[in-house]
């Protein structure tokens, strides 16, 4: 069976996701690659807080640092879920924008929804360093200014490249989780649920890498699958 052509959104998505792959593992350029960074840390600190207050906790605050890592201060709560909820709830999300990214209208309704839970997040929560918050507001605006004035392709492209990077930043913090679990001691997401749950850290870093490469083939499966056919209207008596 012929395969269909990409379109131009989806070339450049393409292009633009292998493009960043390439950043990450070269020295001296990842810095390149912050501002998504940026975005994932701030989303996976989100979910951390979300499910920490939904399983019954508190959260003092959440800081996104400039080297792009981040910490949620929580107490209380469910510890295997809240510590899961990082690269699980951002790599959802990150299906979620894919999804809804299917056509224009929709793009746009979906990147002002993720503004709206980036305004949530800096209002209730967010806090600490200059550069974190002012990055966090710069996000916002430009989200806004998307949903405001993105049209066409353009804004395709920006939904569904946004859903796709908060997968891949999910899959590729494993090298930073490999590092940590490892070599050496120190705290990560995958250690403290090796604490909870006696199971090593390594299973769960992976096990996290392998579900955001699973949310980006459904995500952009589901996003350039055809539309499906209106339903026929039927007279009613």
């Known amino acids: 069976m012929k395969t269909a052509p990409l379109k131009p959104h989806q070339s450049a998505i393409v292009s633009a996701t292998v493009g960043s792959l390439l950043l990450f593992f070269v020295p001296y350029v990842q ?23 939904g399983t019954g906790g508190s959260v003092r605050d959440i800081h996104v640092n400039a080297d792009g890592s981040g910490a949620t201060w929580i107490y209380g709560g469910i510890g295997f ?90 899959a590729l913090a494993l090298n930073e989780l490999v590092k940590i679990s490892a070599l050496t001691q120190g705290d990560s997401d995958a250690r403290n649920m090796e604490l909870a749950t006696h199971v090593p850290a390594m299973f769960w870093a992976v096990v996290w890498c392998c579900f955001s490469l699973v949310m980006v083939w459904l995500g952009l499966r589901r996003a350039w699958s055809p539309a499906p056919a209106p339903r026929p209207s039927r007279p009613v008596a």
């Not at 810095?31 to 207050?53: D, G, K, R, S």
């Not at 939904?159 to 990077?165: D, E, L, W, Y």
């Open 81 to 170: 879920l809240t510590n899961s909820a990082g690269y699980v709830g951002s790599a959802i999300i990150g299906a979620l924008m894919m999804n809804g990214s299917r056509t224009d209208v929709a793009a746009k309704r979906s990147l002002l929804a993720l503004g709206i839970v980036l305004t949530i997040s800096m209002i209730v929560w967010v806090r600490g360093g200059i550069v974190g918050i002012g990055a966090g507001l710069f996000r916002i605006a430009a989200l806004f200014v998307l949903f405001r004035f993105g049209k066409g392709r353009w804004v395709l492209f920006a939904g569904q490249f946004v859903g796709v990077q908060q997968c891949l930043q999910s």
């Open 31 to 53: 810095w390149m690659l912050l501002p998504m960074v940026y975005l994932n840390t701030q989303l996976h600190e989100f979910c951390h807080a979300i499910v920490a207050v």
